[in-house]
């Protein structure tokens, strides 16, 4: 095996939800600090790296994944993050409200929820993937943070 990783993320802009300025701005680091540092292997791939397009459909999250002789689709029930989802979401909001007026110790233990959450919501994915797409931790929780870029409405 060669190269196992992801070497482009694209959105299918037709799926994705309407978006503020902010939260295209997320997407786009999302997908950068993801490209930039992954290991990605789908099962029964040989040789990466690969390409993955990103959809929302149906209440599902779509992996189209292309590589060397390669092309496969994943479709995950957003029904179990659902949950990890909206509590991360929901607590970031409240980490940049904290930001703006509170006191470091109140930003820190915000901070320490909001990580907790999105290390939850990363091993939810990861094991969501299972069988399907081997991913280290660190690639969980970038995709997460994409996941979160995706359901996330303006």
Not at 16 to 45: C, M, Q, W, Y
């Amino acid at each position: 095996m060669t190269d196992q990783r992801l070497a482009s993320v694209d959105l299918d802009e037709a799926t994705l939800p309407s978006a503020t300025a902010e939260i295209e701005h997320e997407r786009r680091v999302a997908i950068f600090d993801l490209v930039e540092k992954n290991v990605f292997t789908p099962e029964g791939a040989d040789a990466g790296p690969y390409g993955l397009k990103l959809s929302l459909q149906d209440n599902r999250l779509v992996f189209d994944i292309t590589g060397i002789d390669f092309a496969r689709t994943y479709a995950l029930s957003l029904t179990p993050l659902k949950s990890v989802l909206k509590d991360y979401l929901m607590i970031c909001d409240s980490y940049y409200e904290a930001l703006r007026g509170s006191s470091a110790s109140q930003i820190e233990a915000v901070d320490m929820g909001r990580r907790g959450l999105h290390n939850e919501g990363a091993e939810l994915l990861k094991a969501r993937l299972d069988g399907k797409i081997e991913i280290d931790h660190e690639t969980a929780r970038r995709l997460f943070t994409l996941v979160c870029a995706l359901y996330r409405r303006g």
